[in-house]
């Protein structure tokens, strides 16, 4: 389905506002109430990927309770007419992430789910290495957990005199391109966090996309990489 099918057959009252990227391959829905008393649960918003034809690539649903979304998806194989093929990952962490290919209809096999290249996954070693070894961190314990075999993501927890301070989310690319698409970082000096990495353009050396503060079951940073 095109964008402009969907917003055509969109259920209005559940959104809130709906905006794009200057690429025009990336939408940003915000939800309104509403979308809660149609669907259940707690949703806040959704982006939708769109390839060159401008068709509805992949969706990913933000927010602290997904699961009637999710089963209600998983009947109808659609959301406001967008065709949901394929549950690519679901995330139970707060807040809970949701993602559907909308274009690969056979596509069904493990070798078809998203994952992280092997690059991918020494670049995070190594980023927990560096935190590791640097000066700020000294004090500290990394601890690196891959947080889901079966979405491939992974998380670097950070912990001061045994009480956890930040923990970084590591999520894969929806392009099965291998990268680390995206990353979540919660905990303390998010706003310290904020300015570094806009005023660098980069974190860990790797520039990124787009950078937001975004409140969940607690505040979080929702960072999207550009490599």
């Known amino acids: 389905m095109d964008l402009l099918s969907f917003l055509v057959n969109v259920s209005k009252d559940i959104l809130s506002n709906v905006s794009s990227d200057d690429k025009s391959t990336r939408v940003e829905i915000e939800f309104s109430p509403q979308v809660n008393q149609k669907y259940g649960g707690d949703i806040s918003n959704a982006t939708l990927y769109l390839n060159e034809e401008q068709k509805v690539a992949k969706i990913i649903f933000v927010g602290n309770d997904l699961s009637s979304l999710r089963n209600k998806i998983n009947q109808t194989k659609n959301f406001e007419s967008i065709p949901c093929h394929q549950e690519l990952y679901e995330m139970y962490y707060l807040p809970q992430r949701l993602s559907y290919d909308c274009l690969n209809k056979d596509s069904s096999n493990n070798h078809d789910r998203i994952r992280m290249s092997d690059e991918s996954k020494e670049l995070i070693q190594n980023i927990a290495l560096n935190l ?35 923990k970084f989310i590591f999520y894969p690319a929806i392009n099965y391109s291998g990268k680390i698409g995206s990353l979540a970082i919660y905990g303390s000096f998010l706003n310290e966090y904020l300015y570094a990495i806009r005023s660098a353009g980069s974190i860990f050396g790797i520039k990124i996309e787009s950078i937001t503060r975004d409140a969940g079951f607690e505040d979080y940073l929702d960072i999207y990489l550009d490599y």
Request: charged share 25%; proline share 3%; with cysteine.
């Open 132 to 166: 590791q070894n640097h000066p700020h961190y000294l004090a500290c314990e990394i601890k690196l957990n891959r947080r889901s075999l079966a979405n491939d993501t992974y998380e670097i927890d950070i912990y001061k005199f045994g009480k956890q301070i930040n």
